[in-house]
C-alpha cells in the first residue's frame, strides 16, 4: 500500500505528533477500588492530580519526620563523630531500597535518587546532633 499521506498536504496530521497530543492522552495508571467494589480511574484534571501529590507530599513529610527522630536517636550510640557514618549501612540501605522498589514496582530510579538523598542529608544532620552535644 502506498503512503497517500503526503499527497493530502504537509498540514495533515494522521497520528497525534510529539507536540500536538490530545489531552488526556493513553490510558490511566492511577485505579481505585471503592468499597461497593466498583473500580474507578483517577483523573480528570492536572489539579486533582496535584492534589493528590500535595496529599502524598505530606505523608512523606511524615515519615521523614519520624525517620529523622531515630536517626537523631541513633547518635546516642556513636561515642565518637568519626563513627557517625557508617559507609557500609548507608550502601546496606540504598541496596535494600532498590531491591524493595523492584518488588513493589517503585520506579528504581526514583527509589534509588530519594534515598540517596535521605541518606546524604540524614548524616549530616547527626553529625550536627552530635557536634551540638559534643562541644
Ligand atoms: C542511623 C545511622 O547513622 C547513619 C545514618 C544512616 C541512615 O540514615 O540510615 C545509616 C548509617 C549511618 O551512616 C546508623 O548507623 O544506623
Known sequence: NANTNACYGSNLISAPS????L???GTP??????????????CD???EIRT????IDDQILDLLNRRAAYVREATRFKSTRASVNVPSRNEAVLKQAEQ?????GVPVT??????GAILNSSVPFEQCIFDA???
Open 133 to 135: 552535644y559534643n562541644q
Open 29 to 42: 495508571s492511577v485505579h481505585f477500588s471503592s468499597l461497593n467494589g466498583t473500580l474507578t480511574t483517577c
Open 45 to 47: 484534571s492536572l489539579d
Open 23 to 25: 489531552v488526556p492522552w
Open 18 to 21: 510529539v507536540d500536538h497530543r
Open 100 to 104: 524493595q522498589a523492584v518488588h513493589i
Open 52 to 55: 493528590a501529590l500535595d496529599d
Open 110 to 115: 526514583i527509589a534509588r535518587a530519594a534515598m
